[in-house]
């Protein structure tokens, strides 16, 4: 079992730019979600994919978007990068009798 | 909205036991996650707790008290390996994690 995969794991991107990160769920699992982590700080939530659907939200402007596909794998998309942008990303997988399980996150450096 | 504190940083000596603390305030509460995450990796789930009272597993237990809104992990024996920082995550009805700023633990010899 591969776990939940994440591509790419690091990236450089320029203000203004528009980004795209993704996510293998764990097998089995149905649910995907993502966070923000800056450094030394805990993770943030952004929003939760259920059936392709966005299942609940943070507090992340609409910049933030996704997209969770019929093999339950999901994309996180990030439009207008700002340098605030800057920090890990964990997608985590789960279903409804497991705990989450996170990816090795991507870091995004926005310059 | 949600609130979770715990302490930033704590040391001790390896063989030794340290106890790091949380507090939360969430509404539609359902548990409280524990996780370590060494730096650079993902957050490693190490336990999660439902019901008032202390679960053990292991080196590494976990208590719960739903009526102050009150957590700890509990880490014994220390090794250099438990060097990490620890995440507390209160899991709430509206499917999400909040989680803490993380508590950075360092075991010296």
């Known amino acids: 079992d591969a776990g939940v995969t994440q591509s790419p794991t690091h990236l450089i991107k320029t203000r203004g730019q528009q980004v795209t990160l993704r996510c293998s769920p764990k097998s089995g699992h149905d649910t995907v979600s993502w966070y923000q982590q800056a450094l030394g700080q805990g993770p943030q939530f952004i929003f939760q994919y259920y059936e392709e659907e966005e299942r609940q939200r943070g507090n992340f402007p609409d910049r933030f978007s996704g997209h969770q596909f019929p093999n339950y794998s999901s994309e996180l998309n990030v439009n207008a990068l700002l340098l605030g942008d800057s920090a890990l990303y964990l997608c985590a997988s789960s279903s409804l009798v497991t705990e989450a399980f996170f990816g090795q996150g991507t870091r995004l450096t926005v310059v | 909205g949600q609130n979770i504190d715990q302490p930033t940083e704590m040391t001790a000596t390896e063989g030794a036991i340290v106890q790091i603390n949380c507090t939360y305030q969430?509404?539609?509460?359902?548990?409280l996650f524990w996780y370590q995450q060494h730096a650079g990796e993902a957050p490693t789930f190490l336990s999660y707790?439902?019901?008032?009272g202390l679960e053990e597993k292991g080196r590494f237990s976990s208590f719960l008290s739903r009526s102050k809104g009150y957590s700890y992990l509990l880490l014994k024996e220390l090794q250099m390996k438990d060097s990490a920082s620890y995440l507390c995550a209160a899991d709430s009805n509206d499917y999400k994690l909040s989680f803490g700023a993380g508590t950075t633990v360092t075991v010296r010899a």
């Open positions: 707790n439902v019901l008032d």
């Open positions: 969430t509404s539609g509460f359902n548990g």
